[in-house]
């Protein structure tokens, strides 16, 4: 009996520790670290989810209705830090090498974001919840209502007209998201010649608003 008690206590200390409390940002940090090519958040279990955070299902639910919610907490925090990223972006480099290659550049740059939001951002844009799509799409919306006014300023302050700016920043918005996603898996060398087809294609949509505002 002494032997049984014995290895009963080693297998419980084998065990993993499960933690006392835990943060809402640690149990998507979690998440994060399960997804890759092949599974989506979407996909993950809530048990999974708290085995790697190292807590008690039950424990999950302090802080999140299901894994649905804690995937629209996902995108919602990649959505924030990305538009933070650009807005500094724009305010540092704008003057000396235009706020197009700037903002595209830092987009591209923050693929390599060790926490991988922003990955899971546009590889999902199309997959998931009906909960998941409507929080990826609302976080576009988020961007082409910059991308609008800053369309609009930009406008304002060369006396150049353009030709329905809102349509414009949705084009430049969904054509930088869906070539982001192809960018995501790319080395260093095939990204750069992408970003700059992308600055180049942006170009193209503005001068060619640009052009059709001056016909009108």
Known sequence: MRLIRKKNTDVEQDKPKRKPAISEQELMDAAVRLVDANRSVSSLSLREI??????????FYRHFRDVDELAVAIIDRAGR???GTIREARKRLENDRGGVRSSVEVFMEALDDDQKYLKILLREISIGSDAFRNAVDRELNYFEEELNDELLRIAKTTSKKIHE???VAKAITRLVFTLGASAANMNIQQRNVLTQETVTMVRMIIIGANGMAERQ
Do not use: C, F, Q, V
Not at 50 to 58: D, Q, V, Y
């Open 81 to 83: 830090g990305l538009r």
């Open 50 to 59: 708290a085995r790697e955070a190292g807590i008690a299902p039950n424990s």
């Open 165 to 167: 700016p809102r349509l």
